[in-house]
């Protein structure tokens, strides 16, 4: 957990947490490892029932239909990708910097018979390139947080996008600006962003809506989705407490570690921070 980040580029910053040997994730995450906020409809929902929801949620909100061609921007443990393979028949095309989380999804894709519609591409998303109009949708769940030029990123993705396609943006943001000086040099942000994951920074979800507008992105839907993340994060602390034994005697004090940083994520819920789902279309 406390790799070092400095001189081998964006992707070394972000593999140091993402990057960690699978059994960690699979020890507080849900079924499918997908790591950011689940969608809780009903009070009774469990982590996996609301992860569930989640993923219909963004098919739904990035307008997808049986064979499209989507675009998952830091696809994680692949949960997305995936689902949306197997649901709706798309051919998806994830990226990410972690070679285990590749290596994960290619070897699931070729277990649930996916393999042709499934496309994993190891690295970070500012080397990665299509032809413009490559794809009907894009997705990012929780992943612009650790891209330092945010236009770029909604300039690269806009291109690569048909007319008229839509993209899905989740990412935990300041509440204002305001709160993002006053909080963004204090010891928990600091340990967050260098301790667990290199390369992260919550920016206020006007700093998004602007990166998207000045790329060229109509704006369609921003649904505030943070009591959702703030329930999905106490069901995760839940599960470290849980397998604490197990996740210490893969890394001794992992599950100490795990636990302060979770709970410094949970701690601003409303108060310091918020968790937006942006969605953009392509076109007016």
């Known amino acids: 957990m406390t790799a070092t980040v400095a001189a081998e580029g964006p992707a070394h910053a972000t593999n140091q947490h993402y990057d960690l ?9 849900d079924p499918m490892r997908k790591y950011s906020s ?4 009903r009070d009774g929902d469990d982590l996996a029932a609301a992860q569930r929801h989640k993923l219909r949620f963004v098919a739904d909100r990035i307008g997808i239909s049986d ?7 830091g696809c994680g443990w692949g949960a997305l990708t995936l689902f949306l393979a197997g649901r709706y028949d798309c051919t998806v095309t994830g990226v990410t910097p972690a070679a ?11 277990g649930r018979g996916l393999a042709d519609r499934v ?17 009907d949708a894009a997705a990012a769940l929780g992943s612009v947080i650790h891209m330092t030029d945010l236009p770029a990123v909604f300039t690269r993705t806009r291109r690569m996008l048909r007319r008229g396609g839509r993209f899905y943006v989740s990412e935990s943001c300041f509440r204002t600006p305001a709160v993002q000086a006053e909080f963004d040099a204090r010891p928990g942000t600091d340990y967050v962003r260098n301790t667990i994951f290199g390369n992260g920074r919550l920016r206020p979800l006007s700093e998004l809506v602007a ?10 839907a921003v649904d505030d989705l ?5 329930r999905t994060i106490d069901a995760w602390i839940t599960n470290v407490a849980a397998a604490a034994d197990r996740l210490d005697a893969l890394e001794d004090g992992l599950a100490t570690r795990l636990t302060h940083y979770l709970e410094i994520a949970n701690a ?9 789902g942006l969605t953009l279309r392509n076109g007016r």
Do not use: C, M, N
């Open 226 to 230: 943070t009591d959702h993340y703030r």
């Open 119 to 135: 496309r994993v591409h190891h690295g970070v998303f500012e080397e990665f390139d299509a032809p413009t109009g490559s794809f």
């Open 21 to 29: 040997d699978p059994a960690v994730f699979e020890q507080f995450l």
């Open 268 to 276: 601003g819920w409303g108060f310091t921070t918020k968790h937006y």
């Open 38 to 41: 689940g969608l809780y409809l």
């Open 211 to 220: 990166a998207a507008e000045t790329a060229g992105f109509a704006v369609v």
């Open 67 to 73: 064979g499209g061609r989507v675009l998952d921007i």
């Open 100 to 110: 285990r989380q590749r290596d994960h999804i290619v070897a699931t894709a070729a």
